[in-house]
T-cell receptor, first 112, second 114 residues
Framework: LAKTTQPISMDSYEGQEVNITCSHN???????ITWYQQFPSQGPRFIIQ???TKVTNEVASLFIPADRKSSTLSLPRVSLSDTAVYYC?????????????FGDGTTLTVKP | DGGITQSPKYLFRKEGQNVTLSCEQNLNHDAMYWYRQDPGQGLRLIYYSQIVNDFQKGDIAEGYSVSREKKESFPLTVTSAQKNPTAFYLCASRLTHANEYEQYFGPGTRLTVT
């Protein structure tokens, strides 16, 4: 499974756009990139997944450059409730039976 | 409501005792997983199961055991052989076909062993 590297922590203010970048230099051809959000004492929650270019849903966007060696999770206009840990996962869920490797994630703190 | 349930939310045990954590899902998911999370750290995979009556060790299986006798259930036993059992335990499940990669997590069980 490809190893991922994320910043340990980030601070932001309400209303700002937050971009969290994940490096995955060893990403394989069949690997997808998935982001999860976790609040304290809760299970992670799926945010978004992508393979290449850009993916957008109601809560976030995921930007993946052509070489796919990194990806950026973009959270528009964050609020205090977006304070959480964000995990980037890379893997081919089918061949690895969903054996995902969660790193330590990025702790995002949104300030008023 | 469909989802994953874990019970109990908090569990206290004395050192040397085995303890079983429950995980049940009614999502008709094929695969189920157990993770351990220590304070300030990410999730580490203990065991996972793709189908009934089959399961595989994850990255930190020592001191743990599981069973998968029913599709809906994947209980985890923390044995006395686990040296540092106090942690937050998370169960997850997902489909294993099509392009469904999302893992659905339960609320977790916080185990304290003294």
């Amino acid at each position: 499974l490809a190893k991922t590297t994320q910043p340990i922590s980030m601070d932001s203010y309400e209303g700002q756009e937050v971009n969290i970048t994940c490096s995955h230099n060893n990403i394989a051809t069949n690997d997808y990139i998935t982001w999860y959000q976790q609040f304290p004492s809760q299970g992670p929650r799926f945010i978004i997944q992508g393979y290449k270019t850009k993916v957008t849903n109601e809560v976030a966007s995921l930007f993946i450059p052509a070489d796919r060696k990194s990806s950026t999770l973009s959270l528009p206009r964050v609020s205090l409730s977006d304070t959480a840990v964000y995990y980037c996962l890379v893997g081919d869920e089918n061949t690895n039976a969903g054996k995902s490797t969660f790193g330590d994630g990025t702790t995002l703190t949104v300030k008023p | 409501d469909g989802g994953i349930t874990q019970s109990p939310k908090y569990l206290f045990r004395k050192e040397g005792q085995n303890v079983t954590l429950s995980c049940e899902q009614n999502l008709n998911h094929d695969a189920m997983y157990w993770y351990r999370q220590d304070p300030g750290q990410g999730l580490r995979l203990i065991y996972y199961s793709q189908i009934v009556n089959d399961f595989q060790k994850g990255d930190i299986a020592e001191g743990y055991s599981v069973s998968r006798e029913k599709k809906e259930s994947f209980p985890l036993t923390v044995t006395s052989a686990q040296k540092n059992p106090t942690a937050f335990y998370l169960c997850a499940s997902r489909l294993t076909h099509a392009n469904e990669y999302e893992q659905y997590f339960g609320p977790g069980t916080r185990l304290t062993v003294t």
